[in-house]
């Protein structure tokens, strides 16, 4: 087998759509297949409110036309255009996302097997659902089946992987390669002075702004804490929901500002200029981008991608949708600014030896090192 260092195969990838924090990742791991990498994407729907991009530095991106289906928990999804691509591009190494939901994706996966290629699935997990019990089994049957055709898996986090794990799938045969959106830091963290300049903290949120990031929780956090541990909040971002979160900020905390949308390195004396970051809500790799520059966080519990990112020395996770667990939060971590000195230089390492895009690209040549050895042993592709 080829060593790990690069990838000789042509590689396929599967996307439902192609959010544009994805683009220097697939740009990365275009840059050590030898074979190419190919991208086949399409559209997200408007509601969706998902910025996708066109283009990637080094691949080739293929356009697939998604057929949304039904919505909510029962959402499905066809794409058409597999064997268009397939037949073009000729993939000998493919990932797709480990979704069941994705109801074309075994055809892809089929034409794979009928001329030798591997085939791996990248996904969040396989959670319980605590459905009952006749649901469950019957959830649990259709998720091994779809996972069973899999040559290997990439998980986004640890319990990702252990719950593929408790479905039956190989442990041996699952990387997990954590969610990463900024590349390894190249600079020196911020050094911030130890007590709050002028007396008040400064935290931040960075992201578009939408319902579901519930920054309207985080506006009434701020209001609710005691008015000497009151601090200057920073909203970076817009999005259907400024109108109505600015409206709420003048009525319950005026020191809330919003800063607009910031891109690039125009964000840097904005992260350098706080003392703490905040994402209420969902999603959010921006939590990345804080911690590169030195900066503690709290995040909402979520999917688990984020509990390999967010630890006890570099941060707190806090309920979803819970005001009085993230006010008593941001009190715990504003009463102490040189606890938050030392939080901040942990996210720094963290993103810088464990989670970055160096890291993830490199966890990916594993997982396709590994496949082609399980499929094909030691035998090379032509």
Not at 268 to 281: H, N, S, T
Request: aromatic share 8%; with cysteine; net charge positive.
């Amino acid at each position: 087998m080829d060593g790990v260092n690069r990838i000789p195969w042509r590689v396929g990838v599967q996307q439902r759509v192609l959010p544009t924090y994805r683009a220097p990742f697939f740009a990365a791991l275009a840059r050590v297949c030898e074979g190419g990498l190919g991208l086949f994407t399409g559209q997200p729907r408007p509601q969706e409110a998902i910025e996708s991009t066109r283009a990637v530095e080094g691949a080739t991106l293929f356009p697939a036309r998604n057929v949304h289906l039904l919505g909510g928990p029962l959402y499905l999804c066809w794409q058409a255009g597999w064997s268009a691509w397939l037949t073009t591009f000729q993939p000998q190494v493919l990932i797709v996302e480990a979704n069941p939901r994705y109801l074309s994706t075994p055809w892809g996966v089929r034409w794979m097997r009928r001329h030798g290629g591997v085939v791996i699935g990248w996904g969040l997990g396989a959670p319980e659902t605590g459905r009952l019990p006749l649901l469950a089994g019957l959830r649990h049957a259709w998720r091994w089946r779809f996972l069973a055709q899999f040559d290997a898996l990439i998980a986004y986090s640890r319990r990702g992987a252990a719950e593929y794990a408790a479905l039956g799938f190989d442990p041996q045969r699952i990387v997990v390669a954590p969610n990463a959106a900024t590349p390894r830091p190249t600079w020196v963290p911020p050094q911030r002075p130890p007590a709050y300049p002028q007396g008040r903290a400064t935290v931040l949120f960075v992201g578009r702004l939408q319902a579901r990031k519930r920054v309207d929780l985080l506006i009434r956090a701020c209001a609710a804490l005691p008015p000497a541990l009151q601090p200057r909040l920073h909203v970076v971002g817009d999005g259907p929901a400024r109108p109505a979160l600015e409206k709420l900020a003048q009525a319950v905390f005026p020191a809330a500002e919003f800063l607009g949308a910031v891109h690039g390195e125009a964000l840097r004396p904005i992260f350098e200029q706080a003392d703490l970051f905040v994402l209420p809500g969902t999603g959010g790799l921006a939590v990345q981008q804080a911690m590169a520059h030195a900066l503690p966080v709290i995040v909402a519990a979520g999917d688990g991608t984020q509990q390999d990112l967010v630890r006890s020395g570099n941060g707190w996770h806090v309920p979803p949708d819970d005001l009085p667990a993230l006010t008593a939060t941001l009190a715990e971590a504003l009463s102490d600014p040189a606890r938050l000195r030392q939080m901040g230089m942990e996210s720094f390492r963290i993103v810088s030896e464990e989670i970055n895009l160096d890291n993830m690209v490199a966890a990916f040549m594993r997982a396709i090192h590994l496949a082609w050895e399980y499929r094909h042993g030691g035998q090379s592709c032509t």
